[in-house]
């Protein structure tokens, strides 16, 4: 039982780890994106703590979205998953602790809010005249 506590745990490692690098290289690929838009949004007065502030929600909501979508679909497949292991001499059940909701909940968000400090850096760096020059050509 404690290997099996210990596989359990460096799996999560590393569903950690792939959701953070996912998750980053979504907010930095859209930053990027928008560097334009986001450079305008500063010359017209916008504070660097806006941006970062905007930021911010919009990768929280969309987070919650996908919170919301995954847990669901996530407990379906693990009960999908134990039913295929099942044999008529044993019988295997999910059974999730509501602790472990909150601690995905709460890895999820932490590396949605670590995984956004580059590209709010990024932001906070833009050289805003040559953006809008790189804007009006």
């Not at 602790?97 to 909150?102: C, E, I, N, V």
Request: with cysteine.
């Amino acid at each position: 039982m404690s290997f099996n506590s210990n596989m359990v745990w460096i799996m999560f490692a590393f569903g950690v780890a792939l959701a953070s690098t996912i998750v980053f290289a979504t907010v930095f690929i859209s930053i990027l994106e928008r560097r334009r838009e986001i450079a305008t949004m500063r010359t017209l007065g916008e504070g660097k703590h806006g941006i970062a502030e905007m930021i911010t929600i919009e990768n929280l909501i969309l987070g919650f979205a996908g919170i919301i979508i995954g847990i669901p679909l996530g407990y379906m497949i693990a009960v999908y998953c134990f039913s295929l292991l099942a044999d008529r001499y044993a019988v295997l059940q999910s059974g999730y602790l509501p602790r472990t909701y909150l601690l995905a909940i709460g890895v999820v968000i932490l590396a949605m809010i670590i995984s956004q400090i580059p590209a709010i850096r990024n932001v906070n760096r833009l050289d805003l005249a040559r953006m809008i020059n790189e804007h009006i050509m």
